[in-house]
């Protein structure tokens, strides 16, 4: 089966450290979605994109989120500075038109 | 805008015992409706969808029926397993011209225990 492949599955830094997490969607796949998940909030969506163009990142902190797609194939989320609020597991997951989405295993962000 | 409301867990059952979990949702127009399942350690696996009203949703003995009337998208199991164990996400698309752009529920944890 085609899987949504994430990396690093687990990541510790220390406060102010950058961040970036890496995500390569299905072959195929249009759309790709950020959405991070922790306990007090649930699951939210940062961001996404339609054939590499941002289409919404107002989920997202601007002023130390950054969302981009170099290509098709990769999809990056960058944090800068972090900190110990940005702990979470970070998913990224991709789709096609309208069909359903398929979510990558995620990033689980430990920043200390 | 658009919002969808689960049961608040936990949901904890013995083998064999029937589930339910109830969904409920508040749209415009008329969405997809979709439940997801995340064991631990993992990302969200769609579980079963529907695309209309009065569709059945079906996988691996699990069902939900849309209905409109009710809005309501609820998940049902007739003999649940150890196995079954894990969040249980109900979810509407908000945007289909976007890729499926979906709204999720707070998720339900469910416990089955031998």
């Known amino acids: 089966d085609a899987r949504v492949t994430q990396t690093p599955r687990h990541k510790v830094t220390e406060m102010g450290q950058e961040v970036t997490m890496r995500c390569q969607p299905i072959l195929g796949h249009n759309t790709v979605f950020w959405y991070r998940q922790t306990m007090m909030q649930g699951l939210e969506l940062l961001a996404y994109f339609r054939n590499r163009a941002p289409l919404d990142d107002s989920g997202m902190p601007k002023d130390r989120f950054s969302a981009e797609m170099p290509d098709a194939t990769l999809a990056t989320l960058k944090i800068q500075p972090s900190e110990p609020r940005d702990s979470a597991v970070y998913f990224c997951a991709s789709g096609f038109e309208v069909q359903p989405q398929h979510f990558g295993d995620g990033t689980r962000l430990s920043i200390l | 805008g658009n919002s969808v409301t689960q049961m608040e867990g936990p949901v904890t059952l013995s083998e064999e015992a029937f589930l339910t979990i109830n969904c409920t949702y508040t749209?415009?127009?008329?969405?997809?409706l979709f439940w997801y399942v995340q064991y631990p350690g993992e990302g969200l696996q769609l579980l079963l969808k529907a695309t209309k009203a009065d569709d059945k949703g079906s996988n691996k003995g699990f069902e939900a029926t849309y209905r409109k009337e009710t809005t309501s998208f609820h998940l049902e199991k007739g003999s649940v397993q150890v196995s079954d164990s894990a969040v249980y996400f109900c979810a509407l698309s908000d945007s289909p011209q976007y890729g499926n752009k979906l709204v999720f529920g707070a998720g339900t944890i469910l416990r089955v225990k031998s």
């Open positions: 749209a415009t127009g008329y969405p997809s």
